[in-house]
T-cell receptor, first 112, second 112 residues
Framework: DQQVKQNSPSLSVQEGRISILNCDYT??????FLWYKKYPAEGPTFLIS???IKDKNEDGRFTVFLNKSAKHLSLHIVPSQPGDSAVYFC???????????WGAGTKLIIKP | SQTIHQWPATLVQPVGSPLSLECTVE??????LYWYRQAAGRGLQLLFY??????ISSEVPQNLSASRPQDRQFILSSKKLLLSDSGFYLC???????????FGPGTRLTVT
């Protein structure tokens, strides 16, 4: 049972344009969502998060949008830069649980 | 801020040999600790988590075990490695307050 889904295994975007990474979830009990970035052979690094009581959170070039009715969240990166090329993971936390439920990841490729 | 140390960075072991991967955490106390595995081209699979010394929860029945002998030390072990144990192993530290998890650099394990 895959509770957090990232349906696009990869995404290619021109440098300077907007990158939009999508994530869908099935469990309405999730109360907190996080995005992580991972380079090959390194551990993931935390990017940005959003509580279920909000619909938008912005940090510099990164903005996360949450649509609870659609059980969908997205990460917008604008403008996209070459260093943004990485695998991006969406994760969700279930209230009072110590675990994060992870998506399979989307590989973002920024073309020069 | 937290720093997660993992060693070794890479490891090549024959089938049937034992395994011990160590993770230590700096910059926090009483963290929740996690062991994940990432198989090639796949997402993060939670293997074990611990909310305190001597407290281990296993998520996936397998050939591996974990121990937490000290507050900021987490060890992943196996008595006899299988070929299917190959992968990228990540240690993470988190808290129930901030929700974010912080990852170490990972260990690339190849079982031959």
């Amino acid at each position: 049972d895959q509770q957090v889904k990232q349906n696009s295994p990869s995404l290619s975007v021109q440098e300077g344009r907007i990158s939009i990474l999508n994530c869908d979830y099935t469990n309405s009990m999730f109360d907190y969502f996080l995005w992580y970035k991972k380079y090959p052979a390194e551990g993931p690094t935390f990017l940005i998060s959003i509580s279920s009581i909000k619909d938008k959170n912005e940090d510099g070039r990164f903005t996360v949008f949450l649509n609870k009715s659609a059980k969908h969240l997205s990460l917008h990166i604008v403008p996209s830069q070459p260093g943004d090329s990485a695998v991006y993971f969406c994760a969700a936390r279930k209230d009072s649980n110590y675990q994060l439920i992870w998506g399979a990841g989307t590989k973002l490729i920024i073309k020069p | 801020s937290q720093t997660i140390h993992q060693w070794p960075a890479t490891l090549v072991q024959p089938v049937g040999s034992p395994l011990s991967l160590e993770c230590t955490v700096e910059g926090t106390s009483n963290p929740n600790l996690y062991w994940y595995r990432q198989a090639a081209g796949r997402g993060l699979q939670l293997l074990f988590y611990s909310v305190g010394i001597g407290q281990i929860s296993s998520e996936v029945p397998q050939n591996l075990s974990a121990s937490r002998p000290q507050d900021r030390q987490f060890i992943l072990s196996s008595k006899k490695l299988l070929l299917s144990d190959s992968g990228f192993y990540l240690c993470a530290s988190g808290s129930a307050v901030t929700y974010e998890q912080y990852f170490g650099p990972g260990t690339r394990l190849t079982v031959t």
